[in-house]
């Protein structure tokens, strides 16, 4: 089943007397089970590319569609409560409440949904990310590395069907961001999630199923 899937989705910005082509015509889709790369260069339109599938931005022409169902097309009531149904972001920013305890940060997911704490899929998490001894810790108490791993614990704790995550090793050491990527890949095939990775880093593109080029707006798929 395509999970996330783009239909002539473009997207461009006035800068001035000038318009700017940030995405060009891009049809796309990730179907449940694919862990997903886009790779390419700063500037090239992938950041756009993956705030427009989460619906931060809408598309100039085209339309997002989630499991099938329109997305860049709904009011933003509709939107926003498809989005905290549907998606899970890791950012480059770990974006952590800075007055909530580790633990807390998952309670608060919770407290959004109503529904009950999950303490045994919050150990596991803890547990595959490293950050156990970290639960009763502020984010100002952790390194940026420790923030970004709650994170990625918070967003997976969620448990998004699709999972969008704009360079989410960047802070991390070449141990901690294989370890992460493999958690994704896992989550991604057990769990039948569509996982979308724009990343710098061309070593962990290996655990991909398929990996896009973006370049000046176009988004191509990678050559083996």
Do not use: W
């Not at 889709?29 to 993956?50: D, H, N, Q, R």
Request: hydrophobic share 35%; net charge negative.
């Amino acid at each position: 089943m395509k999970l996330i899937e783009l239909q002539g989705v473009t997207k461009s910005f006035n800068d001035g007397n000038k318009e700017v082509e940030a995405l060009k015509k891009t049809d796309f889709s990730v179907e449940s089970g694919e862990f997903v790369a886009i790779i390419g260069p700063s500037g090239s339109g992938k950041s756009t590319f993956l705030t427009i599938i989460g619906g931060l931005q809408t598309p100039t022409e085209g339309r997002v569609l989630i499991r099938e169902q329109k997305f860049s097309e709904v009011d933003q009531k509709e939107r926003n409560k498809m989005r905290f149904e549907e998606i899970g972001f890791i950012l480059q920013a770990s974006n952590l409440v800075p007055f909530l305890k580790v633990e807390d940060q998952m309670r608060l997911v919770n407290k959004v949904e109503r529904s009950k704490f999950d303490k045994e899929k919050a150990e596991d998490l803890f547990e595959g990310l490293g950050i156990t001894k970290l639960r009763n810790k502020y984010p100002s108490d952790l390194s940026g590395g420790e923030r970004q791993r709650v994170a990625i614990a918070r967003a997976l704790y969620h448990d998004p069907s699709v999972i969008l995550a704009d360079e989410p090793t960047a802070s991390l050491d070449t141990t901690k961001a294989f370890e992460v990527v493999e958690i994704l890949a896992r989550e991604t095939k057990e769990k039948n999630k569509a996982t979308i990775m724009v990343t710098h880093d061309e070593r962990l593109i290996d655990y991909c199923d398929k990996v896009y080029v973006m370049k000046d707006g176009v988004l191509s798929l990678k050559e083996d």
